[in-house]
């Protein structure tokens, strides 16, 4: 093959992951960079080039490489790029996928980075074969990508299925998109922080999260609880899992999906988050839908999931 590789690249809120790719799906080789810490577009392009430049020369040069996908959050298939992403330091339309292009001078398309997470699944992990589901994403904030029919769904502007930004608590907690009680104020890995800091503001329950800085507590801090049986952190799990299986019931009523499949650092729970999602969904699902869809855990590693999706991208990559 002439052009044997493609690169693919998950922009995260935090940490941004790219890979090279062959045409198996295997990541030959790959680095990350930090994402939040980068306020300015240009210092933030200034470091992923470098990085990127650095994965292609490791390959044996440009020629190599077919195209290059990204999979960032709010990103626009149609059009290449981000856009008023509220778990990013950028604001405004930022085109992307143009900007890269420019400065590497290799193909690039960009999508969603739920949209990418979903095609990693259809082709490598725990979708193959499957042609209706949904992936969710638990991570900074909560994405999805939705897969009707053996497509993608994009709706006619490229930003369809923001599962993570419908309202589930009216005049809720206020999200970052600028709306009030969406899904990712209370089931992202942000989320899960944020209430176990209004519980420990408004209750006197004892707790080993009282033993650490308020201001500073992660959800992995109330994992770490959990897994020790500490009640309160053991709550807050439970009051994610509701909230996320009541929004999986309405999910499924919708495009009736063969399996819900969670993917991202916050699935690291286990049984602690994924029973109570379970119990909830089922609680709460229309009588039609019961038992009929799967809820499953990725079973791609956190980072190649989203990268081998971005990464199929880049074989259809065309000069913008």
């Known amino acids: 093959m002439e052009k044997p590789y493609v690169i693919g690249v998950d922009l995260g809120g935090t940490n941004t992951v ?53 999979g960032a959050p709010n990103g626009n298939y149609f059009n290449g790029s981000i856009e008023f992403a509220p778990n990013l330091p950028w ?12 400065r590497i001078g290799i193909p690039v398309a960009l999508t969603n980075d739920a949209n990418a997470a979903a095609i990693g699944e259809m082709t490598y992990g725990a979708a193959r074969g499957m042609k209706d589901f949904i992936v969710i994403t638990l991570g900074t904030g909560v994405g999805s990508g939705i897969v009707v029919g053996g497509q993608l769904v994009y709706g006619h502007d490229g930003f369809a299925g923001e599962l993570g930004h419908m309202i589930v ?54 994992f770490d609880a959990a897994s020790t049986g500490d009640p309160l952190a053991l709550e807050i799990f439970e009051s994610t899992g509701a909230i996320l299986g009541e929004a999986c019931a309405d999910f499924v009523t919708f495009s009736s999906p063969e399996a819900i499949i969670f993917f991202g650092g916050l699935t690291k729970a286990g049984d602690l988050l994924m029973n109570p999602i379970r119990h909830h969904m089922e609680k709460n699902i229309l009588k039609i839908y019961e038992g009929k869809t799967k809820l499953l855990v990725s079973q791609l590693k956190e980072s190649d999931a989203a990268v081998l999706g971005a990464s199929a991208l880049g074989w259809e990559a065309k000069e913008i």
């Open 169 to 222: 608590r009216r005049n809720g907690r206020m999200c970052g998109c600028g709306r009030q009680g969406c899904l990712e104020t209370y089931t992202s890995a942000t989320g899960v922080a944020r209430t176990a800091r209004e519980y420990l503001t408004i209750r006197s329950d004892a707790s080993k999260l009282r033993e650490l800085d308020i201001d500073t507590i992660t959800s992995k801090d109330v």
């Open 91 to 102: 604001k405004g339309k930022i085109p992307l996928a143009q900007m890269i292009q420019d």
């Open 18 to 70: 790219f890979g090279v790719v062959d045409a198996r799906g295997n990541v030959v080789v790959n680095a990350s960079i930090k994402t939040g810490t980068h306020n300015d577009i240009e210092l933030y392009l200034n470091d992923l080039v470098t990085g990127l430049n650095m994965l292609i020369e490791q390959v044996g040069g440009k020629e190599k490489i077919r195209g290059i996908g990204v």
